[in-house]
């Protein structure tokens, strides 16, 4: 890794006073009165620096783990997006993907099922497993990935057909169901594991697109359960959504973790906090800190971990 430069303008899409944000003005922080240290300065005086080289602080690795990510860099074109990230996640676990606009989450998480093979310019280095199986393997055919490694996206998005055709459309293009039966099962099955069940059981044959939002992301995720995915990739998957169907997600969450390993990408911190075993922080396309969800937001490892956990940019 090289130097990540402290003065470096860290959010584009903000207004210019957020653009002088920079790491330096800590010392804007009003004096607490310790001797002319602020409460920051000294909270921080133990944190792996900005300026200092390293590879990611914290507990990117992990025993047995059931994807493994060596040096993988991302560029679109000429520009680089990812830069050398090592990471393991585990089986069962939910890892949370925080870090201001633009530092890379959702182009990461994309290389996690080849779904960055659709982006014309996009280039991949470095090399992701699943279970051993390297993904990025010339002769691997990515529909049966993406089963396996199933994506949730931000903004709901049904097919425009009936909810029952939405959950079995997977099923049936993967060969998993063709008796009538089986098909029923699966759409009852998925409905129910995405905690959807109750409210569509009714109308299962009117359209998915009908649903309140809340209910097409749960829709979405049903149609992600169908095909019997081991990893589910969310991102963003409740930026659209109001604060009761978020709950319901998130309480969703917590049960899938049970049979399935998730990664979300989010930018509320309280959901990470809320749904995740480890949050990785990214900034400026860099894997800075993986730790344990508590330790990161309580005790970060980093320097630009703990400034964006405390708001002071991103
Ligand atoms: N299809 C694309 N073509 C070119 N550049 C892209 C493309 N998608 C993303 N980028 C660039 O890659 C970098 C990382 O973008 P990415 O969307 O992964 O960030 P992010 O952390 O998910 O941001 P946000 O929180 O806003 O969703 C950005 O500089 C972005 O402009
Ligand atoms: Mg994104």
Same mark, same amino acid.
């Given at each position: 890794? @090289?130097?990540i430069?402290?003065? #470096?303008?860290?959010?584009?899409m ?7 944000? #920079?790491l330096? /003005? $800590? ?7 310790h001797g ?5 300065e ?6 792996v ?15 047995n783990?059931?994807?493994?990510v060596?040096?993988v860099s991302v ?10 990230? /090592? ?7 939910v890892i ?13 998480l ?6 960055? /093979?659709?982006?014309?310019?996009c ?6 497993t ?5 993904? &990025?393997?010339p ?9 396996k490694? =199933? ?10 057909? @009936?909810i +029952?055709?939405?959950v079995?459309? =997977?099923?049936?293009?993967h =060969? ?10 699966i759409? %009852?099955?998925?409905l ?8 569509v ?10 649903? @309140?939002? =809340?209910?097409?992301? $749960? ?10 995915p %081991?990893?589910?990739l969310?991102? %963003?998957p409740?930026?659209?959504? /109001? ?10 969450i ?6 399935y390993?998730?990664a ?8 990470a906090? $809320? ?5 990785? &922080?990214f900034?400026l ?22 400034? +964006? ?6």
């Open positions: 890794m @090289s130097d430069p402290v003065s #470096t303008p860290i959010n584009p903000l207004g210019d006073n957020m653009q002088q944000a #920079t330096d /003005d $800590r010392n804007n922080i009003p004096n607490a009165g002319g240290h602020t409460v920051i000294e909270a921080t005086q133990d944190k620096k900005a300026t200092e080289k390293n590879k990611t602080v914290g507990k990117p690795l992990c025993d783990p059931k994807i493994e060596r040096d560029f679109y074109g000429e520009k680089q997006a990812v830069f050398g990230v /090592d990471l393991d996640i585990a089986k069962n676990e949370a993907m925080i870090g201001p606009s633009g530092c890379g989450k959702s182009t990461f994309r290389c996690l099922n080849r779904m960055n /093979d659709t982006v014309d310019t280039r991949v280095e470095g090399s992701i699943l279970e051993g199986q390297d993904i &990025y393997a002769k691997l055919d990515v529909v049966p990935l993406r089963a490694v =199933g994506m949730v996206f931000q903004k709901p998005n049904p097919f425009p057909k @009936s +029952y055709e939405n079995i459309y =997977g099923p049936k293009i =060969g998993l169901a063709s008796r009538r039966s089986e098909m029923d099962e759409v %009852e099955t998925s129910r594991k995405a905690g959807l069940w109750e409210e059981k009714d109308r299962l044959h009117q359209p998915g697109t009908g649903l @309140s939002g =809340g209910q097409q992301q $749960r829709l979405c995720i049903a149609r992600t359960i169908a095909v019997s %081991e990893v589910i969310m991102d %963003e409740c930026s659209a959504l /109001d604060p009761i169907a978020t709950a319901k997600i998130e309480e969703l917590a049960e899938l973790s049970q049979n390993t998730i979300i990408v989010t930018h509320s911190m309280q959901q906090a $809320r749904v995740s075993n480890r949050t990785a &922080y900034h396309g860099k894997l800075i800190e993986v730790n344990d969800t508590q330790l990161v937001f309580t005790n970060p490892d980093h320097e630009l971990t703990e400034a +964006y956990i405390t708001g002071r940019f991103g």
